[in-house]
Nanobody, 116 residues
Framework: QLQLVESGGGLVQAGGSLKLSCSAS????????MGWYRQAPGKQRDLLAR???????DYADPVRGGYTLPRNDAKNTVYLQMNSLHAEDAADYYC??????????WGQGTQVTVSS
């Protein structure tokens, strides 16, 4: 079994930056890719970015160039570095793992609030 824990959410001023963490524990050997999603109230959960075991990354068009995915393999952690945040970036942020057997695991989410 694999467990994911997100952290790092909170209140940030518009124009500021925030770094979210997604830490994996348990059966980390099944990890194929890790991704970050965002879900605003009343809206669907949208994929923001994904990173593979080999370090390949892909970003959704709205965040490409503004967000990055640094990672710390020793800590089994992938980060979501968000820069130049706007009010529309306020949402719950989730990470997921797509396993080698096409199984999917989710974290509990972390909330980001952006003040103007």
């Amino acid at each position: 079994q694999l467990q994911l824990v997100e952290s790092g959410g909170g209140l940030v001023q518009a124009g500021g930056s925030l770094k979210l963490s997604c830490s994996a524990s348990g059966s980390i050997g099944i990890i194929n890719t890790m991704g970050w999603y965002r879900q605003a109230p009343g809206k669907q959960r949208d994929l923001l970015a994904r990173i593979s075991n080999g370090g390949w990354t892909d970003y959704a068009d709205p965040v490409r160039g503004g967000y990055t995915l640094p990672r710390n393999d020793a800590k089994n952690t992938v980060y979501l570095q968000m820069n130049s945040l706007h009010a529309e970036d306020a949402a719950d942020y989730y990470c997921d793992v797509q396993g080698t057997s096409f199984d999917v695991y989710w974290g509990q989410g972390t909330q980001v609030t952006v003040s103007s």
